[in-house]
């Protein structure tokens, strides 16, 4: 059985049988999360989604890690140029926002057949929603997660804060939001971030087995079974949450506080999950 392959740019997209897989491949960049990249992902999820032939979608990443999270480095305008036009026709960004870091979150949560998440190395920031969002993770060894947004950037957390969903434990939440702590793999297993954690070498094979296991069953019958456990989890007020998370995002974009710290990171040439170490190393 061959390979199909198609380069998205961003992405790479393969089909294997009844297999997606979503590479994301941009690791000179830590397969950070611009626009490009986003809609390549959201593109090749659609994809998978109209092909009768596909029952189980894997995500993984070229590179040294995951994903880095949101992309840094030049003007968030130029980055996202869907800010800029936002800001253009309203004074502020929040529909931009919302086009790119809930309603395709939103459609990784809500996407009808079962995902895979494989991930090794460094999951930050946004990068999380796609390593700790789909139905199963499976983790290297090497793998470590953290949300440094808010002692990084003055942010809240994402624009979709799925931490209290994913953790389903207020106390964990909090500490893992407040203090940008860093989970390794164990950890993350040890609290039901993630389903396994293997060694490096055997990510790859794992994950293969464990999709062509999945995918033994009928398509209706595996969509139907994620209905059901994603219905039930909505009725307990998930989807709503994601959505308010961005509003919640978009308020605090603008206080005076939260600002200085953006400003001060920006002075001091670090990313986020830097200054939120910042405290530590001084």
């Given at each position: 059985m061959g390979v199909e392959r198609k380069d998205l740019g961003r992405v790479i997209y393969e089909k294997e049988g009844a297999i997606a897989r979503i590479i994301?491949?941009?690791?000179?960049?830590?397969n950070a999360h611009d626009s490009k990249m986003v809609w390549a992902l959201d593109a090749a999820l659609k994809e998978a989604d109209r092909d009768y032939d596909i029952k189980v979608v894997i995500i993984k990443a070229n590179g040294k890690g995951f994903c880095a999270g949101h992309a840094m480095g030049a003007s968030p305008l130029e980055t996202y140029p869907e800010?800029?036009?936002?800001?253009?026709?309203?004074?502020?960004?929040?529909?931009?926002?919302?086009?790119?870091?809930?309603?395709?979150v939103l459609y990784l949560w809500e996407f009808r057949k079962p995902t895979i998440a494989q991930v090794h190395g460094y999951a930050l920031g946004g990068g999380t929603y796609w390593a700790l969002l789909p139905d199963i993770t499976v983790a290297a060894d090497d793998a470590y997660f953290q949300m440094p947004l808010v002692q990084g950037l003055g942010f809240p957390g994402g624009e979709t804060m799925i931490e209290p969903w994913v953790f389903m434990n207020w106390k964990r939440t909090y500490e893992y939001l407040y203090t940008a702590q860093t989970l390794t793999a164990t950890e993350a297993l040890d609290m039901g971030l993630v389903n396994r954690v293997v060694?490096?070498?055997?990510?790859?094979?794992?994950?293969?087995?464990?999709a062509a296991h999945v995918a033994r069953a009928p398509l209706s019958t595996l969509m139907a079974t994620k209905q059901l456990v994603k219905r039930a989890w909505e009725l307990m007020g998930m989807r709503m949450h994601l959505q308010m998370s961005t509003d919640v995002m978009a308020v605090t974009a603008k206080t005076r506080d939260a600002h200085e710290l953006r400003m001060e990171m920006a002075q001091r040439g670090l990313r986020p999950r830097q200054q939120a170490a910042r405290d530590e190393a001084e």
């Open positions: 994301m491949n941009w690791p000179e960049k830590a800010f800029a036009e936002g800001e253009a026709h309203t004074g502020i960004h929040h529909k931009g926002s919302a086009d790119l870091f809930l309603w395709p060694a490096r070498d055997d990510l790859d094979a794992t994950v293969d087995e464990l």
